[in-house]
């Protein structure tokens, strides 16, 4: 894979971002409800371990509509594009949980995203060029989260 081509600080801004995963309805067993959880990258997490296999998936994919390309755009673009994402997850229908990009540093507004049990790497990048972004969260059965850049 060649280079990116995006600043070394937006790099290093997603990869210290946390990525927090809401907690789930209540169709588990006896109408528990899964934990919400928080994903860092490169730290394995034993709350995405049991979300896999609750869902019988190997690998996960955190993927925004949000703010393409590193664009800031207002609340209703990016709530038409979060929408837009919602209905691909519905026609895919795949598990998901709804999450959101935190900056640590709160350069950047909360992101809100999809986890999304069952996308293997490749259709994961397909997926978030799709919506233009600059990179996703990928997990494989590991359940460690991995920022893959797309540019």
Same mark, same amino acid.
């Given at each position: ?22 907690? *789930? ?11 919400? #959880? ?12 049991? $979300? ?23 609340? $209703? ?10 209905? $691909?997850?519905?026609?895919? *229908? ?6 959101? *990009? ?11 995203? #999809?986890?999304?049990? *069952? ?11 799709? #919506?233009?972004?600059? /990179?996703?969260? $990928?997990? /494989? ?11």
């Amino acid at each position: 894979m060649s280079p990116s081509v995006l600043d070394p600080a937006l790099i290093e801004a997603y990869r210290t971002a946390e990525y927090r995963v809401d907690a *789930g309805g209540a169709d588990g067993p006896q109408g528990e409800t899964d934990p919400a #959880f928080v994903l860092t990258i490169e730290r394995p997490s034993c709350e995405l371990a049991a $979300w896999h296999r609750r869902h019988a998936v190997e690998c996960s994919a955190l993927v925004t509509a949000c703010n393409p390309a590193g664009q800031r755009l207002d609340d $209703w673009h990016n709530r038409q594009a979060c929408r837009a994402l919602a209905a $691909w997850i519905a026609r895919a *229908g795949l598990p998901w949980r709804p999450a959101t *990009g935190l900056d640590p540093a709160r350069q950047w507004p909360a992101e809100p995203g #999809f986890l999304i049990a *069952g996308v293997q790497p490749e259709p994961a990048r397909e997926l978030g060029r799709q #919506f233009g972004q600059n /990179a996703i969260v $990928w997990a /494989a059965a590991d359940a460690v989260p991995r920022l893959i850049l797309l540019r």
